[in-house]
């Protein structure tokens, strides 16, 4: 268990439909990190926050966003989801933003767009 | 960005001991060379991490030569509990990088 939390686990929605996912980082943890894994394309960054500002973007669609409440707990919102949305998301938390800290990754959510 | 490259897949057996190599030719003076293992339908797991020279913990050793320019992670006595996706991760000292997962290392551990 890595002390990171994520709910759903699973989710199953129709295509334009708008989900939240979202994440409790370790206690501790200032920063949160969100990566989406698809048979295609690997794990891929999608966007990181530190103390409730956006520190860094990957390649996150417009279509997606995401926030970092005071409680360093963080909501990734996909919208207008599309077939090719279907994926694992993950988040991941870290005691400080930078890359050579320890990331911990929850469990994830499976996200199923029909 | 420093980019990485290792083999796709390695086959094993029980008891042996695996390395695998990643290449990082353009690798930068601040960047430090990691590990993460990933299970399938679980998030990757920190292994390892190490700037140059030898690395050891309880579950990894991590061997990086004095040009830095590739890595070679050691699994010493791998078990059917080993198989997993290892990914070689280039990140930077400081600063806000964030990580880049490449394929990975698919490794196969069989009885």
């Known amino acids: 268990d890595s002390g990171v939390t994520q709910t759903p686990k699973h989710l199953i929605t129709a295509t334009g439909q708008r989900v939240t996912l979202r994440c409790s980082p370790r206690?501790?943890?200032?920063?949160v990190y969100w990566y989406q894994q698809s048979l295609d394309q690997g794990l891929q960054f999608l966007i990181q926050?530190?103390?409730?500002?956006?520190?860094a973007k990957g390649n996150i669609l417009e279509r997606f966003s995401a926030q970092q409440f005071p409680d360093l707990h963080s909501e990734l919102n996909l919208s207008s989801l599309e077939l090719g949305d279907s994926a694992l998301y993950f988040c991941?938390?870290?005691?400080?933003?930078?890359?050579?800290?320890?990331?911990?990754f929850g469990p994830g959510t499976r996200l199923t767009v029909t | 960005l420093a980019k990485t490259t290792q083999p796709i897949s390695m086959d094993s057996y029980e008891g042996q001991e695996v390395n695998i190599t990643c290449s990082h030719n353009?690798?930068?003076?601040?960047?430090?060379i990691t590990w993460y293992q990933q299970f399938p339908s679980q998030g990757p797991r920190f292994i390892i991490q190490?700037?140059?020279t030898k690395v050891k913990n309880e579950v990894a050793s991590l061997f990086i030569p004095a040009d830095r320019k590739s890595s070679t992670l050691s699994l010493p006595r791998v078990s059917l509990s080993d198989t997993a996706v290892y990914y070689c991760?280039?990140?930077?000292?400081?600063?806000?990088?964030?990580?880049?997962f490449g394929k990975g290392t698919m490794l196969l551990v069989s009885p």
């Open positions: 991941a938390s870290s005691v400080d933003g930078g890359g050579n800290y320890e990331q911990y």
């Open positions: 206690s501790g943890d200032l920063s």
């Open positions: 926050y530190y103390n409730g500002e956006e520190r």
């Open positions: 353009n690798i930068a003076t601040n960047d430090y």
């Open positions: 190490g700037y140059k």
């Open positions: 991760l280039v990140v930077a000292w400081s600063g806000y990088s964030t990580l880049t």
